[in-house]
């Protein structure tokens, strides 16, 4: 499976961005998707993520209300609504496939990234 992120830039606290990411290859056994994001200095964490089939969401609490995930299975393409940004916000955001089973919150359950997308909101 490859992962192609796009989307992403510059913008002031309080604005609005937007990053999708489309994936190709073997996506058949797709289950979900995620996004995460790095920080400098700092461990990968989970942002969001959507289930292929249902579409259940699942946030990280401090991007809740902010943040929306969405997916077109049509085009295999997972997208990441982000309002209220804040300069915590700022990271590089990152696209993942989830594998079966296990915890949609857990970056150990995903198996395909990809190369990452800068998101920079100035204060």
């Known amino acids: 499976v490859q992962l192609q992120a796009s989307g992403g830039g510059l913008v002031q606290a309080g604005g609005s961005l937007s990053v999708s990411c489309a994936a190709s290859g073997r996506t058949v056994s797709l289950y979900g998707m995620g996004w995460f994001r790095q920080a400098p200095g700092k461990e990968r964490e989970f942002v969001a993520a959507i289930s292929w089939s249902a579409g259940t969401t699942y946030y990280a609490d401090s991007v809740k209300g902010r943040f929306t995930i969405s997916r077109d299975n049509a085009k295999i393409t997972v997208y990441l609504q982000m309002n209220s940004l804040m300069p915590e916000d700022t990271a590089v955001y990152y696209c993942?496939?989830?594998?079966?089973?296990?915890?949609?919150?857990?970056?150990?359950?995903?198996?395909?990234w990809g190369q990452g997308t800068q998101v920079t909101v100035s204060s």
């Open positions: 993942a496939v989830k594998r079966m089973g296990g915890s949609y919150y857990s970056r150990n359950e995903y198996s395909y």
